[in-house]
């Protein structure tokens, strides 16, 4: 029994210096501290060998220097990450847990960054969609899509949504609103930022309605409910309307897509993502993260959405 528990113990143990090393890493990185971040990968591995706990770790980091513009670094992190993830693919599915998945799409993306940041970008696009051809059926195809949007979708007509199910007011399908200007707000139900963008788009739809403004919510399944609880599909949509009515009413004439094929076809990966369309249909902005309404005013404007 004593062994038992000691195998337990040891098991938690792992547990948690796993999770660990992903927080020390990530609070170092937002220190500019590299190098130490470094050390805890080290450390890590020294004495648990390569998880996809710490390839996750890994992959923060080759973010990290990505933003601070060491693209060098950035490559080189990517490239170890991608090597040491591909050798846990050949032992396991993509999606059996979430480190994986999210180390393996922080080197695609990061690869892409760099080639176009380097003035390759005609490169990044098809590396970035040789990568999707080869992931699509996983959870990494929306963050690759995503990429290839931000390298290519504005500018472009945008891509039709899907609407066979939704909440709210039915919603009217793109080509018939040519004319107006369209703003969609990819958002999912668990998602804080998305709850905090309300007052932004709040303010945006008493300003521009008038003008011609339409306003379009899409979101998805992603299988869980409240307090990230399992859910069938019918319980989760109750769930998803339950929340749109308490943290989005201040957007009652938000019609609310609900489709996967909306975020992979948008590469919503990133919650909410915001894409502004002019009158024409034309993607002329596409923001994956917050937006305050000063900006989105201001895009508007641009266009000729006042």
């Known amino acids: 029994m004593r062994g038992f528990w000691l195998t337990v113990l040891a098991a938690l143990a792992s547990f948690s210096a796993a999770g660990q090393v992903i927080g020390d890493v990530r609070e170092a990185i937002a220190e500019g501290d590299f190098a130490h971040a470094e050390r805890y990968i080290q450390n890590y591995r020294a004495k648990s060998g390569v998880t996809p706990e710490v390839l996750e770790a890994l992959s923060w980091l080759g973010r990290g220097v990505l933003d601070a513009k060491q693209y060098d670094q950035a490559e080189r992190y990517a490239a170890e990450t991608r090597k ?20 393996l799409g922080a080197s695609i993306e990061i690869h892409a960054e760099v080639l176009a940041a380097r003035g390759s970008r005609g490169e990044a696009i098809v590396f970035l969609r040789r990568e999707l051809a080869t992931y699509r059926s996983t959870s990494i195809a929306p963050r690759i899509q ?37 703003l969609l707000f990819f958002w999912a139900h668990w998602c804080g930022d998305c709850k905090a963008e309300v007052p932004e788009l709040a303010r945006l739809v008493a300003q521009y309605q008038s003008k011609g403004l339409v306003l379009i919510g899409p979101t998805q399944h992603y299988g869980y409910a409240a307090r990230g609880e ?45 894409v502004l369309i002019d009158r024409q249909g034309v993607v002329r902005l596409y923001h994956p993260g917050v937006m305050p309404y000063q900006q989105l005013a201001s895009k508007l404007a641009e266009m000729g959405g006042n």
């Not at 943290?247 to 915001?274: C, H, I, K, W």
């Open 84 to 103: 040491l993830a591909l050798e846990q693919l050949a032992r396991r599915k993509m999606d059996d847990e979430r480190h994986l998945p999210i180390a």
């Open 146 to 182: 995503k990429n290839i949007n931000l390298l290519t979708l504005e500018g472009k007509p945008a891509p039709p949504l899907e609407i066979t199910e939704w909440l709210g007011p039915k919603p009217v399908a793109l080509a018939q609103l040519k004319g107006h200007p369209v």
């Open 230 to 274: 399992d859910a069938s599909r019918e319980q989760e949509t109750r769930y998803i309307d339950a929340v749109r009515n308490h943290y989005y009413a201040a957007l009652p004439d938000m019609s609310v897509p609900v489709s996967e094929a909306n975020f992979q076809r948008f590469g919503a990966s990133t919650t909410p993502t915001l």
